[in-house]
Antibody
């Protein structure tokens, strides 16, 4: 079955960077788009961006342009989300999400990781 | 960015009730809408895609309708496991956006 296992909780200082990983299993890794969605504690969902199956193309929400980098490592079936210049408003759960359908970017967000809490302290 | 407005933001209902949640888009999005359910401490779960297509494994008491700017999620007979927060999401254009959520609580 499809599993997305994310890295553990992080506590970072204001201005630092964080890299969250998401190891995928139970499917052909190179066939699917992955997205990252975040959720501040007690708040709603916010889409950050996506990466294509080969890792050669990314689309980021304008809000995060210049601060976020999404990559993937085919050899370990892992996707990564790197967020820099952290501020208190970045404190949130970060979810990696795999699309339901292979090859096409339908934005059908069918499989979610367990979430990684990133806490930014001043 | 396309804004999605959900209403109500919260509601109280009893087991067996019919529940309707609405989602309004700031511009037309055809049928490019999905609904998710999120329970405390868990990641969201996709219920409906393409405004009205039920995801595999989702109980048939859930249904979605609408197109253009106005959409609804209906739970025909609320069950104890349905108490959760529900979000709509548009995939008509980037950035993908979500509604603010509707919390369904026990009356």
């Amino acid at each position: 079955q499809v599993q997305l296992v994310q890295s553990g909780a992080e506590v970072k200082k204001h201005g630092a960077s964080v890299k969250v990983s998401c190891k995928a299993s139970g499917h052909t890794f190179t066939s699917y788009y992955f997205h990252w969605v975040r959720q501040a504690p007690g708040q709603g969902l916010e889409w950050m961006g996506k990466i294509n199956p080969t890792g050669t193309s990314t689309t980021y929400a304008q809000k995060f342009q210049g601060r976020v980098t999404m990559t993937r490592d085919t050899s370990t079936s892992t996707v990564y989300m790197d967020l820099s210049s952290l501020r208190s408003e970045d404190t949130a759960f970060y979810y990696c999400v795999r699309e339901t359908e292979p090859y096409s970017s339908s934005s059908r967000l069918g499989y979610w990781g367990q979430g990684t809490l990133v806490t930014v302290s001043s | 960015a396309i804004q999605l407005t959900q209403s109500p933001s919260s509601l109280s209902a009893s087991v067996g009730d019919r529940v309707t949640i609405t989602c309004r888009a700031s511009q037309g999005i055809s049928s490019s809408l999905a609904w998710y359910q999120q329970k405390p401490g868990n990641a969201p779960n996709l219920l409906i895609y393409g405004a009205s297509s039920l995801e595999s494994g989702v109980p048939s008491r859930f249904s979605g309708s609408g197109s253009g700017t106005d959409f609804t999620l209906t739970i025909s007979s609320l069950q104890p496991e349905d108490f959760a927060t529900y979000y709509c999401q548009q995939f008509n254009s980037y950035p993908l956006t979500f509604g603010g959520g509707t919390k369904v609580e026990i009356k």
